[in-house]
């Protein structure tokens, strides 16, 4: 199984809305990340997680809060939202270290905030 | 920090023609990975260089690595319409953290 599975595929979301975007893989990787990318724009980093703790957060708002409930989940959960956090959410996971560092993505969560 | 840059922007070919991208790390990396994102797709891992000066081809595309480790290249023989897509490089500095470059999107005319 070489997938990265993300749910929902679509989400629109109200500024007072709590909602989470769910991240799964079974390739025994032990690096999780957290992108965002805007529309014709590359992905940019927001969270990783490796050996389920929080390694990296790229000073992210507090209103994005990652979570790594066991090796094979992430987690992301959204509260009080701008429209301007409209965008594609990626999830991807990797070896950690080692020769091999490519990243997995999942087809993402495409986001839309009202 | 780190800034990984990349060009051309966006490329229009005829089917048949070939094409280059081009990508430049303001730093020394680990490794360099290439990605195919299709439109309205995600981005799918292609190749990832290690070494000085290597060199690597999948069929009709040639991956170059700097003998310093700041820049790369992808280039495609021959495109075909399955090519259409965006290009991206991303700058591994060997702490879990990849940097993309900015993308080259490539469009071909059949």
């Known amino acids: 199984d070489t997938e990265v599975t993300q749910t929902p595929k679509h989400l629109v979301m109200g500024m007072t809305n709590k909602k989470s975007l769910k991240c799964e893989q079974h390739m025994g990787h032990r690096a999780m990340y957290w992108y965002k990318q805007k529309a014709k724009k590359p992905p940019e980093l927001m969270f990783v997680y490796s050996y389920e703790k929080l390694s990296i957060n790229e000073s992210v708002p507090s209103r994005f809060s990652p979570e790594c409930p066991n090796s094979s989940l992430l987690n992301l959960h959204l509260h009080a939202l701008q429209p301007e956090d409209s965008a594609l959410y990626l999830c991807?996971?990797?070896?950690?270290?080692?020769?091999?560092?490519?990243?997995?993505f999942g087809q993402g969560t495409r986001l839309t905030v009202v | 920090g780190q800034q990984v840059m990349q060009i051309p922007q966006y490329q229009h070919v005829q089917e048949g023609e070939d094409f280059t991208t081009y990508c430049n790390s303001s730093?020394?990396?680990?490794?360099i990975q290439w990605y195919k994102q299709r439109p309205g797709g995600h981005p799918v891992f292609l190749i990832q260089?290690?070494?000085?000066?290597e060199v690597k081809k999948q069929k009709r595309l040639t991956f170059q690595f700097g003998e310093a480790k700041k820049n790369s290249s992808l280039h495609i023989t021959a495109t075909q319409t399955t090519d259409v897509g965006t290009y991206f490089c991303a700058g591994d500095n060997a702490g879990n953290m990849l940097t993309f470059g900015g993308g080259t999107r490539l469009m071909v005319k059949p």
């Open positions: 260089l290690v070494k000085s000066g």
């Open positions: 991807a996971s990797s070896p950690p270290t080692g020769t091999n560092t490519e990243a997995f």
């Open positions: 730093t020394t990396l680990s490794n």
